[in-house]
């Protein structure tokens, strides 16, 4: 079965202070690896999707990477804007397609404070 | 312009009820899915459809109810609520079994 775990639970920052936000991921056979940003009362809104170890993707502040067992995402001098529950996800093969079965980690709640 | 849209966004019903969710996207996609986010904010898929054919169905109980009537739209329907059910409910769809767009939520109370 399918498994992710993301951490730690929380984060709280200061304005400025760059930090990284772990998942860590079980997957038969890894199709992607997603990220998502939470805000409260909304659903979640895409941010990246990784499909190979190694491979490294950038958006403003945000940084994601993939190795084979885990993936970060680096969020550098980030700003209280940046604040928000980050979601990552895993879309295993299943016979060429998944048809988007994602499977979520709990989530990091990031606070960050001006 | 809401690419994936929900109605109604709170519900909040008694117990034994029968209620629908409504839900419709307007990216062109030709796969849509039904979420659900517990109160540990864990989200599992339930019901995935692609082309109006029912792809996915997670263990859900059978009260649960998904219908497609077009590409465009995928309802859930829900009978006989129980306490249990309380959750953020949330519809989604994809093109090409890409990333997913979501909607923003449905919270259905149970009393």
């Known amino acids: 079965e399918d498994q992710v775990t993301q951490s730690p639970e929380a984060l709280r920052l200061q304005e400025g202070e760059s930090s990284s936000l772990n998942c860590s991921y079980t997957v038969s056979g890894l199709r992607g690896l997603f990220w998502y940003r939470q805000d409260p009362g909304k659903g979640p809104e895409f941010l990246f999707t990784?499909?190979?170890a190694g491979e490294e993707k950038e958006k403003e502040r945000l940084k994601a990477t993939l190795t084979k067992k885990e993936s970060f995402l680096h969020i550098t001098a980030p700003k209280p804007e940046d604040s928000a529950t980050y979601l990552c996800?895993?879309?295993?093969?299943?016979?060429?397609?998944?048809?988007?079965?994602?499977?979520f980690g709990q989530g990091t709640i990031l606070t960050v404070h001006p | 312009d809401t690419a994936v849209s929900q109605t109604p966004k709170y519900l909040v019903t008694q117990m034994g009820n029968d209620k629908s969710i409504k839900c419709e996207q307007n990216l062109g996609h030709d796969t849509m899915y039904w979420y659900k986010q517990d109160s540990k904010k864990f989200l599992k898929i339930m019901f995935s459809y692609n082309n109006k054919e029912l792809i996915i169905n997670e263990t859900v109980p059978n009260r649960f109810s998904p219908k497609s009537p077009d590409k465009a739209h995928l309802n859930l329907h829900i009978n006989s609520l129980e306490l249990g059910d309380s959750a953020v409910y949330f519809c989604?769809?994809?093109?090409?079994?890409?990333?997913?767009?979501f909607g923003s939520g449905t919270q259905l109370s149970v009393l």
């Open positions: 996800a895993v879309q295993a093969w299943d016979g060429g397609t998944s048809y988007g079965k994602l499977t």
């Open positions: 990784l499909y190979s």
């Open positions: 989604a769809s994809s093109l090409n079994d890409e990333k997913l767009f």
